[in-house]
Nanobody, 122 residues
């Protein structure tokens, strides 16, 4: 059974940092792309950052480039999202998702975690 478990969300002031973790199990980690997506109230889910585990290729949304860093620990089957210089507009529920060799389009992902809330106060 595929499982994705997010952790690390919370409340932080603008300019602060958080690190999200996505622990994966139930599939061959190296065959997949793992993505971080977010959904704010009243908005569509959007791709934040994705990493192809096999070669480490990454994608970042323009809104987070230079502030967020995605990485993976293949020994732990875990993907991280380091979020620095957080802004109130980063407030959302953050989800990790997995799919085989996919781009960072949430409509293409079948396996999802339960989400973790990130709230950035001004």
């Amino acid at each position: 059974e595929v499982q994705l478990v997010e952790s690390g969300g919370g409340l932080v002031q603008a300019g602060g940092s958080l690190r999200l973790s996505c622990a994966a199990s139930g599939f061959t980690f190296g065959d997949y792309t793992i993505g971080w997506f977010r959904q704010a109230p009243g908005k569509e889910r959007e791709g934040v950052s994705c990493i192809e585990i096999s070669d480490g290729g990454t994608y970042y949304a323009d809104s987070v480039k230079g502030r967020f860093t995605i990485s993976s620990d293949n020994a732990k089957n875990t993907v991280y999202l380091q979020m620095n210089s957080l802004r109130p507009e980063d407030t959302a529920v953050y989800y990790c998702a997995a799919e085989v060799n996919m781009l960072c389009d949430p409509n293409e992902y079948d396996y999802w975690g339960q989400g973790t809330q990130v709230t950035v106060s001004s």
